[in-house]
């Protein structure tokens, strides 16, 4: 039985009913309908017989109206650059008086976010690149826009393996028998290598010895010189730290103050690290010694750059391995060549 038919019989049974106890009011009360409606049925009843007391069949609506077509779009597009600091209603009006056909304010107001148009801001930004190309006024806020929209620049920016480290420290937690643990960790600004350890507090001294122990000795045995770390603000890479660097000859740089995007290399690697590991190990076992959280640290980098599959604009589908370790395997400098890193 289909809906339209049990919606047939309930009516019919509803006209039954007060035939049967001789009560409008009663059969309604019972079958918790109104009395309007009741002899709403009923005069259907009594016009059309029972044929008449089937649900109306409702027509299908208008559906979605027809797109823009390519001249409404474009004399939008005139619109937003002749006056970009107003809005869709000064805009629909404007069209009328230019003898263009007629558009609504609202279809309007959802043409613009499509073509990156939904804000008096990004108009204004439309323009001023217009003006450069067109006229020559050429802004240093657009001569950015622009670099960065080409690629020509990037934030942090590296050719070989050695040239750029992004160093960062996250807190894990504090672990029943362990104590607080803190990771410190490193990321390749050319090839994305991964290199971190474990440290028992967050220090000049730990951050020193994790670059001279463990840094330094990765990059000579790969054949690459260790040329600058960048690192933000933070008190562990003072100090000591700066000493370390200046005795090694490697240039020491910062992140301009609350710029975090800048240290996004590091932060996306320790984010990958916290979620894809450390998540997943604290529900399979239990820690009660620090190295065993070196250990279990050590074996998911291995798999990061040895296997894990990278797509990034650095690796290009390659491993962090194959471009680190392929000065002294595989040649490195040629890999780099083919993918268009240098």
Request: glycine share 8%; hydrophobic share 35%; net charge positive.
């Amino acid at each position: 039985m289909t809906l339209e038919d049990k919606v047939h019989a309930t009516r019919l049974l509803a006209l039954q009913r007060a035939d049967e106890l001789g009560n409008v009011s009663e059969a309604c009360r019972a079958l918790g309908i109104s009395r309007s409606l009741f002899y709403r049925w009923k005069d259907r009843f009594e016009r059309y017989g029972r044929d008449g007391l089937h649900p109306r069949r409702q027509g299908a609506g208008r559906g979605r109206p027809p797109g823009l077509s390519v001249q409404d779009e474009q004399a939008i597009l005139a619109m937003a650059l002749s006056y970009p600091t107003c809005g869709p209603c000064f805009y629909s009006l404007q069209l009328v008086r230019n003898n263009h056909r007629y558009l609504s304010s609202s279809t309007i107001y959802r043409a613009l976010p499509r073509m990156g148009l939904g804000t008096r801001q990004q108009r204004l930004v439309v323009l001023e690149q217009h003006s450069a190309w067109r006229a020559g006024l050429l802004t240093e806020r657009t001569r950015r826009q622009l670099a960065r929209a080409r690629g020509q620049r990037r934030h942090v920016e590296a050719k070989e393996p050695g040239e750029l480290v992004c160093l960062d420290t996250f807190y894990i937690g504090r672990l029943k028998g362990v104590g607080k643990v803190w990771q410190i960790t490193a990321c390749d600004a050319a090839c994305s290598y991964a290199t971190a350890r474990i440290v028992p507090a967050n220090t000049a001294e730990h951050a020193a010895r994790f670059l001279v122990d463990v840094l330094l000795p990765l990059y000579e045995a790969a054949g690459w010189p260790l040329q600058r770390v960048l690192t933000d603000w933070g008190s562990e890479f003072r100090g000591e730290f700066d000493a370390v660097c200046q005795n090694l000859e490697i240039r020491h740089t910062r992140t301009k103050p609350r710029h975090a995007w800048t240290h996004g290399f590091v932060e996306r690697l320790q984010g990958t690290i916290l979620h894809a590991h450390w998540r997943v190990a604290f529900r399979k076992r239990y820690f009660t010694q620090r190295r065993e959280l070196e250990w279990s640290l050590q074996i998911y980098l291995a798999f990061y750059n040895d296997e894990r599959p990278h797509q990034g604009y650095r690796t290009r589908g390659l491993r962090p391995a194959d471009l680190c370790w392929g000065a002294t395997c595989i040649g490195a400098t040629s890999v780099l060549r083919d993918i268009g890193i240098s």
